[in-house]
């Protein structure tokens, strides 16, 4: 489907040719991205619209493999495309759902329907307040909830009903791993869902090369730029700073950080957008700054490899909006985060990685409450410094340092990701 929120970088489809991707176009329809379908209740409404399409697509697909005995084991979902499982009813198959976020976080949503019974109101009423939830620890702050929770809008109806509709999967699919998050994988082997099957951590160990824009603004750093620049670094003492696809900063907010940084005296290397997409990069930063700052401190604009960044011995500290993908990615290599979560689940990422992992240090914490206040940049070398330093940072480096050797044995033979895939498989093909 041709959508405006997709993140597959340019290339990748070539890249992967053991896979097999159908694109489903339907004849005279308009393109999403010329639509303003912008909000996840407008996107599943779309969606809606390209089930007759689905249906016959995969019925002729089916078709086409039995020529060669080949069958379909099952029709596997996001979370956002549960009205899609009528399609698998309808062929006879069964429907998995593939959760690309944490376990503790599709607790959350599988208890959704309960907590909507059980508040008879907005969960905007209820803050500050805490719930308890199965998949956590610890009591879960209102404030640190998804913004879709927090008002009985359309797009909190359109969540609603998929959760309500994930009860109806086989099974569900969470990239996580029990070492991760064992109480929250514990909580599902009770209850009336899904069997749930934790297969991470799913990390791409590969990095894509690109071109990235530069401290200038022009397109000159490229991939191999910006490791020969890592490799001229002290060992465990670079602070790199990236906030995912949708993380943006207008000038005030970015000097502020530009100031913390200089003034914490680390090497760093920044991946910085503005929020209007168009200032160029020396109007983020103070006057004179790129020159200060030219012998230990890189900015990028744009895309940076971020898993051969995390993977390189001189990063010391992961300045992260927490998205899930980026936690794992932190978790792999092995390197402390420093919270700054932005929208969608960040900030629940962020209670659980401070609060319930002990991976990171909070710089921005996981209440909404005053998210677009301004982080100083007192706070941001403060918080650079207690990731980087004294005993917050033995706790958080052992802590972390633990979890990469964990993360990785999960995934060879006999660790628990790899025997649950071995069930999973045999769930899905052994009796075909």
Same mark, same amino acid.
């Given at each position: 489907?041709?959508?405006?929120?997709?993140?597959?970088?340019?290339?990748?489809?070539?890249?992967?040719?053991?896979?097999?991707?159908?694109?489903?176009?339907?004849?005279?329809?308009?393109?999403?991205?010329?639509?303003?379908?912008?909000?996840?209740?407008?996107?599943?409404?779309?969606?809606?619209?390209?089930?007759?399409?689905?249906?016959?697509?995969?019925?002729?697909?089916?078709?086409?493999?039995?020529?060669?005995?080949?069958?379909?084991?099952?029709?596997?979902? /996001?979370?956002?495309?549960?009205?899609?499982? &009528?399609?698998?009813?309808?062929?006879?198959?069964?429907?998995?759902?593939?959760?690309? *976020?944490?376990?503790?976080?599709? &607790?959350?949503?599988?208890?959704?329907?309960?907590?909507?019974?059980?508040?008879?109101?907005?969960?905007?009423?209820?803050?500050?307040?805490?719930?308890?939830?199965?998949?956590?620890?610890?009591?879960?702050?209102? @404030? *640190?909830?998804?913004?879709?929770?927090?008002?009985?809008?359309?797009?909190?109806?359109?969540?609603?009903?998929?959760?309500?509709?994930?009860?109806?999967?086989?099974?569900?699919?969470?990239?996580?791993?029990?070492?991760? =998050?064992?109480?929250?994988?514990?909580?599902?082997?009770?209850?009336?869902?899904?069997?749930?099957?934790?297969? &991470?951590?799913?990390? /791409?160990?590969?990095?894509?090369?690109?071109?990235?824009? &530069?401290?200038?603004?022009?397109?000159?750093?490229?991939?191999?730029?910006?490791?020969?620049?890592?490799?001229?670094?002290?060992?465990?003492?670079?602070?790199?700073?990236?906030?995912?696809?949708?993380?943006?900063?207008?000038?005030?907010?970015?000097?502020?950080?530009?100031?913390?940084?200089?003034?914490?005296?680390?090497?760093?290397?920044?991946?910085?957008?503005?929020?209007?997409?168009?200032?160029?990069?020396?109007?983020?930063?103070?006057?004179?700054?790129?020159?200060?700052?030219?012998?230990?401190?890189? @900015?990028?604009?744009?895309?940076?490899?971020?898993?051969?960044?995390?993977?390189?011995?001189?990063?010391?500290?992961?300045?992260?909006?927490?998205?899930?993908?980026?936690?794992?990615?932190?978790?792999?290599?092995?390197?402390?985060?420093?919270?700054?979560?932005?929208?969608?689940?960040?900030?629940?990422?962020?209670?659980?990685?401070?609060?319930?992992?002990?991976?990171?240090?909070?710089?921005?914490?996981?209440?909404?409450?005053?998210?677009?206040?301004? @982080?100083?940049? /007192?706070?941001? =070398?403060?918080?650079?410094?207690?990731?980087?330093?004294?005993?917050?940072?033995?706790?958080?480096?052992?802590?972390?340092?633990?979890?990469?050797?964990?993360?990785?044995?999960?995934?060879?033979?006999?660790?628990?990701?790899?025997?649950?895939?071995?069930?999973?498989?045999?769930?899905?093909?052994?009796?075909?």
């Amino acid at each position: 489907m041709d959508t405006p929120f997709s993140t597959i970088p340019p290339g990748f489809v070539d890249s992967v040719p053991e896979l097999r991707f159908i694109e489903l176009v339907p004849p005279d329809s308009p393109s999403l991205k010329d639509s303003l379908l912008t909000t996840i209740a407008a996107m599943c409404e779309f969606m809606d619209t390209y089930k007759p399409l689905a249906k016959r697509t995969i019925s002729q697909l089916a078709t086409e493999l039995s020529s060669n005995s080949v069958s379909i084991a099952a029709l596997v979902f /996001d979370m956002f495309t549960t009205n899609f499982m &009528g399609v698998a009813n309808d062929l006879g198959l069964p429907s998995y759902l593939f959760y690309a *976020s944490g376990a503790a976080l599709l &607790g959350l949503v599988l208890r959704l329907p309960v907590l909507d019974t059980e508040i008879d109101s907005d969960f905007t009423d209820h803050k500050p307040g805490e719930l308890a939830i199965p998949s956590f620890k610890s009591l879960v702050p209102i @404030v *640190s909830f998804p913004s879709l929770l927090w008002r009985r809008d359309e797009e909190y109806k359109w969540l609603l009903y998929h959760a309500r509709r994930m009860r109806d999967a086989k099974g569900i699919i969470v990239n996580s791993f029990y070492e991760l =998050e064992p109480y929250a994988i514990d909580s599902f082997t009770s209850g009336d869902h899904p069997r749930v099957h934790s297969v &991470g951590p799913i990390v /791409d160990s590969t990095s894509r090369v690109g071109q990235i824009t &530069g401290s200038n603004g022009s397109k000159d750093k490229t991939h191999d730029d910006i490791v020969k620049w890592l490799d001229k670094q002290p060992p465990r003492l670079v602070v790199f700073l990236c906030f995912g696809s949708e993380g943006t900063f207008d000038v005030t907010q970015a000097k502020e950080i530009a100031n913390g940084l200089e003034r914490s005296g680390y090497p760093f290397l920044w991946s910085v957008r503005p929020r209007d997409g168009s200032t160029r990069l020396e109007a983020l930063v103070p006057d004179g700054f790129m020159e200060r700052t030219a012998k230990r401190g890189m @900015v990028v604009g744009g895309w940076v490899p971020q898993v051969a960044v995390l993977g390189h011995r001189s990063v010391g500290c992961f300045v992260s909006h927490c998205g899930w993908n980026s936690t794992l990615e932190s978790v792999w290599f092995g390197v402390p985060i420093l919270t700054w979560p932005m929208y969608a689940e960040q900030h629940l990422n962020t209670f659980l990685i401070v609060k319930e992992l002990g991976l990171g240090v909070e710089l921005k914490g996981y209440w909404r409450v005053g998210e677009d206040d301004l @982080v100083t940049a /007192d706070e941001v =070398e403060r918080g650079v410094r207690s990731v980087m330093e004294g005993e917050c940072h033995e706790e958080v480096k052992k802590r972390v340092e633990e979890m990469k050797e964990k993360s990785r044995r999960a995934i060879v033979e006999g660790g628990s990701s790899f025997v649950t895939i071995e069930s999973l498989l045999e769930e899905l093909i052994g009796k075909n």
